[in-house]
């Protein structure tokens, strides 16, 4: 085996296994707290709902253990058994190296790769979130909804993957600079279209009918300057009984959208109080914050591309035939290989980012808190949430603070009430 071969196996396994130790560590925490509601929640679950959220979290926990153990298992093989520089082969005897015909060949890799995960999607939803009641998906309109998403990466990222292959070709040595470029500018317009053209194909929105709660938010956003033209009601019921809340769009595109299970599940005030938080994500920057990181993580994921793809050792590690040039069927397996690889270090990366957007929520709230004149509707929105969600509770503290993005309950509630 090539050293570099050996690094990336370890990082495969040391990844795994934290993966294995952290949900450990979170299940014998989880059950150690399984005997009787701890006191700070008795006020939001009853001992069924709290036995059911604990319940819940723990088949998630065993299915998370198996999924990952899998992926390990299925990136070890792909990795070290030699499909890939294999199939990459007979691609090119076949179909020639061609921008077109190379971008097809990452395409089918990613595709091949994400049937694989299919079945334990499907797990989740018809086994875990139907037996604790979250699923309302058909198996009819779960396939349509793959083959509509399948569609989608077709008709938008085969072309964008292109035209990066062809930039590598047209630009030479800073073809990395070009092609995040052309993906950030990718990713805006996406963000533009993404609520006319993508989101209508899966769900249906409807204006906010005329009434009491439309008048609330509406005049919450006058007071708070957030220009919007409509707040719309998606069917997000359709699918699952999860809820959610949030905004699309730029400027005088923006909407807001309010799944219809959120707004059965609270009252109108508490329905405010989380809008005016989700107006705080706006007002403090922190989509804008967001932003920026995404598009720091681009550049970075092409700058690596782009020197490993210059890296003997690295394509040797992996059994590619290494070639120099700015030819895409050179930097083909850069590509491949990071695609595969990022993950094991981004792991590693991501507690830092949930530090951050942890600190976002906490500033989200303060701001819905200012601007509402209290917390007490938007500390009971989070119980409800909580509740209806089957959150875990009481996660191990490392646990939440390695994976959560958002501060848990409790965190969030000893928050708001400081700035009270
Ligand atoms: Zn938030």
Redesign the pocket.
């Known amino acids: 085996m090539q050293p570099f071969a050996i690094i990336a196996l370890a990082l495969i396994l040391a990844r795994t296994l934290a993966e294995l130790w952290l949900s450990q560590l979170n299940r014998r925490y989880v059950c150690a707290h399984r005997d009787e509601v701890p006191p700070p929640f008795r006020e939001i679950m009853d001992e069924s709902t709290y036995q059911r959220s604990i319940d819940y979290t723990l088949a998630k926990n065993r299915f998370g253990n198996i999924v990952n153990v899998f992926d390990a298992v299925v990136l070890i093989a792909v990795l070290f058994s030699g499909p890939l520089p294999w199939v990459l082969g007979k691609f090119g005897t076949s179909f020639g190296t061609s921008i077109w015909a190379m971008a097809g060949f990452l395409f089918l890799a990613g595709i091949t790769l994400s049937i694989l995960g299919l079945p334990f999607d499907w797990y989740a939803q018809f086994k875990i979130e139907e037996r604790f009641g979250f699923n309302t998906t058909s198996m009819k309109m779960w396939i349509v909804d793959r083959l509509k998403g399948l569609l989608l990466i077709v008709a938008f990222g085969y072309p964008l993957l292109v035209l990066v292959l062809k930039l590598i070709e047209w630009t030479g040595a800073n073809w990395w600079l070009w092609a995040t470029a052309v993906v950030v500018a990718f990713q805006l317009l996406l963000m533009l279209i993404a609520p006319a053209i993508i989101m209508p194909l899966f769900n249906k929105f409807t204006p906010l009918g005329e009434g009491a709660l439309r008048e609330r938010l509406f005049a919450l956003a006058r007071r708070t300057s957030f220009p919007t033209r409509s707040i719309e009601v998606m069917d997000g019921s359709k699918r699952s009984r999860h809820s959610n809340a949030f905004f699309t769009g730029f400027g005088r595109f923006r909407k807001i959208v309010l799944f219809d299970t959120l707004i059965a599940q609270l009252t109108d005030l508490e329905l405010e109080s989380v809008l005016a ?2 107006i705080g ?1 706006y007002k403090k920057r922190h989509v804008v914050k967001l932003l920026g990181v995404s598009i720091a993580g681009i550049v970075i994921a092409f700058a690596a591309i782009a020197w490993l793809a210059r890296q003997q050792w690295f394509y040797r590690a992996f059994n590619f035939e290494y070639r120099v040039g700015f030819a895409a069927a050179n930097v083909i397996p850069a590509m491949l290989l990071f695609a595969l690889l990022a993950g094991t270090i981004t792991f590693w990366v991501a507690p830092f980012i949930h530090i951050w957007s942890r600190r ?2 906490y500033d ?1 709230d303060a701001f819905a808190g200012a601007t509402m004149g209290e917390v007490q509707s938007l500390i009971q929105a989070l119980r409800k949430l909580s509740e209806k969600n089957l959150s875990n509770l009481t996660p191990h503290p490392f646990y939440s603070s390695f994976y959560y993005s ?1 501060p848990t309950l409790l965190e969030r509630e000893r928050a708001l009430r400081m700035t009270a």
Do not use: I, Q, Y
Request: hydrophobic share 30%; net charge negative; no cysteine.
């Open positions: 938080h989700e994500h976002f929520e989200a958002h």
